[in-house]
């Protein structure tokens, strides 16, 4: 939640809508998870370079799933490699690149590179090793069960599409040793949230795949618990107990360095969790209206900026911050929407589309609403849609403030179409 006097600040000066971010909440995030060897931020989340730089400094390190993104990530001051040379630089590789496929180009960087990748298929083992013989690889495995309500954010069980199959992974680990690829570590990418007999479950399918690594012959050296720590986006959610997550973590480390005889170097990979809180939309009230007996709030921003209501049915708390000070009126249930040309443009729906209204004060034209805890999968996900251009970007850090992305014009977009 921003303070009132400087979102009036930052939206009159940068203009709306805004995406705003505060460094410090990325910190105490980063400060919560230190008992893990490596954290490793899943940019996905939020790639802006200003943000990875802010990560990097702080020792954490980037995992990638597209081209772009690892040349994003180099450019924010991480370095690249670590597959060619020793399993001890393989290991503490400060870039993962993390994917089920690799299209062409993406193969060719990931070997000029020496990328450490984290392989989600057969195939793009078979692909990777016949390119790049002694290349360091995770694997990432799909232990056959999943977590979540929506299939959409779903990330294991046969229906996603992610991640080798646990049934899978003898013929992986020969396929492995066959192409004389050599394995880093296992994945597992399920997000638990704060379902914590869930996570006890996976931490069980790891340890069966740490076994079934021994029992092949072959040796690892790491183990990722992967991202899904949850954030309380609602104020009855309960927040992820990071201690109780690391411990049920190192715990499995621990059985697992007794079945290999060795030490194991324990990696976090969260997204949503580092970012998430540390992000608000800015966005300015341009129209009332009272459709029969629904109030609406429509503001200068969209799905196009902000898809997590429309695409999910994904919950954020709303703010009034008043142009000028002054004394609240009485509250009332209002559908929050955007300018989009589109019925589905509203921050105020659930998964099926239902209106959810929020509570919120009445408001005046030239009013704003902070959307809250947009920092995890919002810039990330903006479009172009309607031809709208992204919005800009502001870090906080304490009294300082900074643009770190200008807002894009609509000149931009048709730069790309030139040739008319
Ligand atoms: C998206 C993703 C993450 C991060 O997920 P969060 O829910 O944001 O923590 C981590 N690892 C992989 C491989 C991912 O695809």
């Known amino acids: 939640m921003l303070n009132s006097d400087l979102a009036r600040e930052l939206a009159t000066q940068y203009g709306t ?47 990638a799933v597209s081209r772009g993104e690892v040349l994003r ?54 692909q990777l090793g016949e390119r790049s013989p002694g290349h360091a690889v995770w694997l990432r495995i799909n232990p056959g069960f999943g977590h979540g309500h929506s299939r959409k954010t779903n990330t294991g069980g046969e229906g996603s599409k992610h991640g080798i199959w646990h049934g899978q992974l003898p013929q992986a680990l020969d396929l492995l040793r066959a192409l004389g690829l050599r ?24 340890l069966d795949a740490v076994t079934t690594v021994r029992q092949a012959g072959l040796d690892l050296h790491a183990l990722s618990a992967g991202g899904g720590l949850s954030v309380p986006y609602r104020p009855e959610d309960p927040s992820v107990d990071t201690a109780h997550y690391f411990s049920l973590w190192d715990a499995a480390r621990k059985q697992a360095e007794v079945i290999l005889g060795h030490g194991l170097a324990l990696e976090i990979e969260p997204g949503r969790f580092l970012v998430a809180e540390a992000g608000s939309l800015l966005a300015e009230v341009r129209v009332r209206k009272q459709q029969g007996d629904l109030s609406y709030l429509l503001i200068d921003a969209g799905f196009n900026d902000l898809v997590r209501p429309a695409m999910y049915g994904a919950h954020h708390a709303m703010r009034l911050i008043t142009r000028t000070p002054r004394e609240l009126g009485p509250t009332q249930e209002v559908i929050v929407a955007g300018p989009l040309c589109e019925s589905g443009d509203v921050f105020t729906q659930d998964a099926a589309g239902e209106l959810r209204p929020q509570t919120l004060p009445q408001a005046d ?14 810039s990330a996900m903006s479009s172009n849609y309607n031809t709208r251009p992204l919005a800009a970007e502001v870090l906080v850090d304490g009294a300082d403030c900074r643009l770190i992305r200008r807002r894009q014009a609509v000149e931009d977009l048709l730069a790309l179409e030139s040739g008319l």
């Open 73 to 126: 990530a180099q450019h924010a001051g991480f370095s690249l490699g670590g597959a060619q040379g020793s399993m001890a630089e393989a290991v503490g590789a400060e870039l993962v690149y993390t994917a089920d496929l690799l299209d062409r180009e993406t193969l060719d960087l990931v070997c000029e590179r020496a990328l450490v990748v984290n392989c989600g298929s057969l195939d793009m083992l078979q």
């Open 365 to 378: 034209v030239g009013d704003w609403i902070e959307i809250e805890r947009t920092g995890a999968y919002g």
């Open 17 to 63: 809508p805004l995406w705003v971010m505060d460094a410090e909440v990325v910190r105490a995030r980063v400060a919560q998870l230190q008992g893990f060897d490596t954290i490793r931020f899943a940019q996905k989340a939020n790639p802006n370079t200003h943000v990875l730089g802010l990560l990097c400094g702080l020792g954490v390190k980037v995992d």
């Open 183 to 206: 394995l880093v570590g296992l994945h597992m990418h399920i997000g638990s949230g704060v379902d914590y007999e869930h996570l006890a479950r996976v931490t069980r399918a790891m």
